[in-house]
């Protein structure tokens, strides 16, 4: 490993199937105002909305509702969210569902007391909160995006055609998560698979990059065998406790900043894929899903054409290293004959389509709603980053997205 880096994760996590019991004494921690941050109603239905509203009210909370947070929340979303803080004067922010009302609650925690624009503060000039900060908790029902115990928090611009993650500080992360992954038994098949694919695209936009020996590339390829093994499981028996716990603690590790520690990260499948979710409004994993095996087929590509720079040799190696270690490809086929670096990378790639398949995941963009006519306009909203094995140009992201469909 190469890299210097400070770390500190503040968030303190309570994980099992009676963590909600800690919630009170995390309660007594803050005032007695708490906004109440949950989603379309799916708490309502599987009952935990009345659990967190008996803890609360045992507490002597509060309580100041803010539901009807939608999935991929929306920069008017969080304006209307900011208005009952104020209003209620509120001490504690709790979202109570998935990484959309985690990152809303972040995003309403830094804008309670600002006095700018927090869109174009935040999700355009990307500056720091300088004021105080509304502490987060979060009681999570939908596992995939690290949201608890990150400060990552996505917002749509539907105006602007934008959607853009801000990574807050710790000073923004989660004070707490409650982790019980009993309470994802009920997402819905088509949610749970795009949460899975969330997780494991997380880890490797950290894995394909860097050319140096690192812990980290260990940790991911352990981490990413658990994602495909448990996946399996749960896709046969959604109400498979064990695996379910799994995917609910791999989803953390995957994105509570371990494992960008010492490396450059990539990101550019989440920028273009949150690139055409603003387009769309398609749930987060599809998007992934849908423009991965183009973005690392051209990574590969390139690479063996000499068109990819001073990284080339490290990601072929890197993508052999993947077919190796995390899908089992072999060095030599049946009779003997060995496979070149290129052709394991590309096998590697190959097996985890048929997994991608096997779950069920959205494939192409065209399903997500996603027509020729947008690819420049999605182009134009998709940030092309460095720190990958090959920076994009222009074209190739109108070609990648093309192959997408
Ligand atoms: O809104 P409700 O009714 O709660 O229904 C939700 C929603 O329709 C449902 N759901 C959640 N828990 C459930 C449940 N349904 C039944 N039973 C339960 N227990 O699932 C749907 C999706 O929920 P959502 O919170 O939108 O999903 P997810 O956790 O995938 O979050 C997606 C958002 O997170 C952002 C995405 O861009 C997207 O906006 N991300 C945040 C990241 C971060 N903070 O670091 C990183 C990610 O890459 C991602 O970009
Ligand atoms: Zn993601």
Redesign the pocket.
Known sequence: MRGSFTYCNPTKLYFGKNALQKLADELGKYGPNVQLI??????K??G?YDEVVEVLTSCGKNVFEDGG?????TVDKLREGVAIARENNVDLLLAV???????YA?AVSVSVNCDDDPWEKYYIRFEEPDCEIIPVGCVL???????EM?????I?NHETKQ?I?H?FGENVMPKFTVLNPM??????HY?MV??IY?IF??ICEQYFSGADDNTTDYLCEGLMKSVIHSSRIANKDPEDYEARSNLMWTATWA?NTLLGKGKTTDWMV?MLG?AA?AYTDA???MT?AAVSLPYYRHLVNSAVDGASGPLGEACIAKFARFAREVWGVPAAGLGGEEFSEEEIAFAGLDAMEGWMKELGLVMNLTDLGVTEDMLEGIADSTPILKGGYKVLTREEVIEILRQSL
């Open positions: 949950y989603g379309g109603g799916s708490i239905k599987n935990i947070v939608m999935p991929n929340p569902g998935g990484g959309s009302c985690c990152d972040k029902t939908m596992v995939g995006t690290g949201s990150n400060g990552g928090s996505v749509t959607k993650g990574v309470y994802t038994l009920s997402v819905p949610q795009a949460g969330d695209n997380h994105l989440h949150q979710g749930t987060h994993g992934l």
